[in-house]
């Protein structure tokens, strides 16, 4: 049963912002959105009633970490990840590539065909990625067939096809072989997908990946060579390794416009406060990123000023004696219930609630703002919010 | 305004165990109640709603820690505990002592008048006690009067008299020295109490506290002494000393019978499930614990089964891949929505939420068997009550 959709039902007159409806079998959800990300089968601190307060529609946990621990075995004899966190609305997964990638670039130094790098536990072929657990020293292979399978097992609504990510920086050499295995592996994920779809009652989606690091002409050769293929939606990927995100803005500019308007966009790992307008002009969907979160569990909140760069840190002695909310305009749980001192207190002394009350208020920033878009967008006032947000 | 009473509304017939209600100006208690801690102004992990749900009325919350973080002008600012940590219904504070002596005596040796012990940190005169903080250096001191003007500011419902919290294992000889100067403090504690008491609007309750360690003559002098003074009821110390735990039954059979009906007895310190009928069969209204709480966070979760001695360790492999809940007769949050497979993933990945879930059914557990109790002395059925929890 094919039972995803997407509808654009608003368009800003000066960029590619948009608003839309994906719809999903754990239902809908309205875009622009924020995707938090809940690695290890959890929003760190929260609960689903948590998410649903907050209005988090769907979620992000990261096939790799599912390999890893519990195991995709043990989800499976759970049912899936849904009845495994007791979450009932939509699920993102990825393909596992880009931790495969990253983390073991961080830990073990990477060495492909070229023969560059140190001997290394991560191993590159035109088949897949070959690497040793950093929990127990296990070997996994990761391949377009498998990651496929395991997104199945999983259980997400929406699962992206298994790429290659390119590091950076890199050269065009480099980044062009990267992006033909990506090509590669797209088609093999989109056929393995395609049998696993004959196996299963309820549908699940596939976004295919599109690469080409920092350069023009690969960008768009990806952009098309991806979008030829019937995926039911697109991911950008490779936006948020290193130093590219500089970039941001220019990857867009060149992939967006190449996009077919009926299917939605997902911008992978991107998403502070000042990216947000930058990738909703650009006509981005939904994007996920862990800096909301992890920010908060270092006391770094969030605020409506630009020049302090949308963020504070409770953790410093001026805030001791406040008795003013974080945001006095917020209406979060945090923000209706505690005092900057008092959460001042809470992370000073390293308590487990000082972690989850700044969680709630990140979120809920980030969700306010992409809500005020959404309704600006709709009402045609999408730019007089941008310059408000950005000069405040 | 006078504003606290206590009445017992039930009682065994085969021992001491009671049913009541302490009446605060923040609401009114059942008891026997147990009553969670939280040390550094929150029961950690959890929000007061999540007590709320937990049917908690009343929790514990250390002066000591107060004034050492985030010190208590801070908290008198915020207009006392209450405010701060956003909690409406009762709380009780300690005097401050028994960190004071036991905080200070693991950290630098302790040493008496009597010039036993390395040289320390911790000053102990017939005035108070005075100290260095361990966490800047700065010296603290602690006396009867000061103790009930932090309590007052704090602005608990329940205060306790200053103690000096004798250590285990002890000389008689020093016990009595001890139990002298607790005598002496009581008086002044309650000086001071009344004084204050005069100032302010809200009625704010002393507790007398009752030490005398492990000796019977020591004990029941203690107890006449301290009931001959006119505190609105009595505490029990010096029971969750080091191992004279052991003693516990002793030590309530001794002072118990010479308590008055009509004042509300917390026993402090204690509360292990097979500890829980031991005080309640003595006559005990109100006990304090950190055990279900900090064995929460270790993953050792609550089971009704004697045996096990009422524990059960989820972060054990056996429990991987376990559908089940914790309990299934348990109606708490966390067994009506997750596995055991669930939560033995969030303890191995060390997930902030598995404290939190833990947490959640400890408290539920020992709430749900405390108000077993007090629906069974209510019906006349403790003893098979307890006959039932103790074979099972």
């Known amino acids: 049963m094919h039972d995803f959709s997407f509808k654009v039902t608003a368009k800003d007159q000066k960029s590619q912002a948009r608003t839309g409806v994906i719809h ?9 959105a924020f995707v938090p990300v809940g690695t290890q ?15 988090v529609h769907l979620f992000f946990v990261n096939t790799y970490h599912m390999v890893m621990r519990p195991g995709i075995a043990v989800i499976k004899r759970f049912g899936g990840l849904h009845a495994f966190m007791h979450w009932d609305r939509p699920l993102i997964t990825d393909s596992g590539g880009f931790q495969v990638f990253s983390l073991g670039a961080k830990r073990f130094a990477r060495k492909n065909e070229d023969g560059q790098g140190e001997a290394s536990l991560v191993r590159i072929t035109d088949d897949g990625v070959t690497f040793n657990s950093h929990w127990d020293g296990k070997e996994h292979v990761f391949t377009a067939e498998n990651s496929m399978q395991y997104q199945w097992d999983l259980g997400s609504d929406i699962h992206i096809a298994f790429d290659d990510c390119t590091p950076y920086p890199v050269t065009k050499k480099q980044a062009e072989k990267s992006m033909d295995r990506t ?10 997908h395609t049998a696993l779809a004959k196996k299963y009652d309820l549908y699940q989606a596939l976004y295919g990946s599109i690469q080409g690091s920092v350069f023009e002409d690969l960008r768009i050769a990806s952009t098309k060579f991806i979008t030829r293929l019937p995926f039911d939606g697109f991911a950008i990927g490779g936006v948020a390794v290193g130093e590219s995100k500089k970039d941001m803005a220019s990857v867009l500019s060149w992939v967006m416009p190449l996009l077919p ?26 994007f996920d990123c862990v800096q909301a979160t992890r920010l908060a569990r270092m006391g770094h909140l969030f605020i409506k000023n630009v020049k302090a760069n949308f963020v504070f840190d409770i953790t410093k002695k001026e805030y001791a004696e406040d008795t003013n909310p974080i945001d006095s305009n917020c209406q979060c749980y945090t923000c209706t219930h505690y005092s900057k001192g008092y959460l001042y207190h809470l992370f000073h002394v390293r308590e487990l609630l000082a972690y989850r009350l700044a969680t709630i208020h990140n979120i809920a920033f980030i969700n306010n703002l992409v809500f005020s878009i959404r309704g600006a967008i709709a009402k045609g006032k999408y730019q007089q919010l941008k310059s408000q947000w950005m000069t405040v």
Chains 1, 2 share one sequence.
């Open 24 to 32: 999903t079998p754990h239902g809908d959800i309205q875009t622009p």
């Open 183 to 192: 090509h590669a592996w797209a088609k093999r994920s989109l056929d393995a």
């Open 41 to 55: 089968a959890t929003v760190k601190s929260l609960t689903p009633e948590d998410l649903q307060d907050l209005d």
């Open 261 to 286: 308007d009926n299917k939605p966009r997902h911008l992978l790992g991107v998403g502070e406060i000042d990216d947000i307008f930058t990738l909703v002009d650009a006509g981005v969907d939904t």
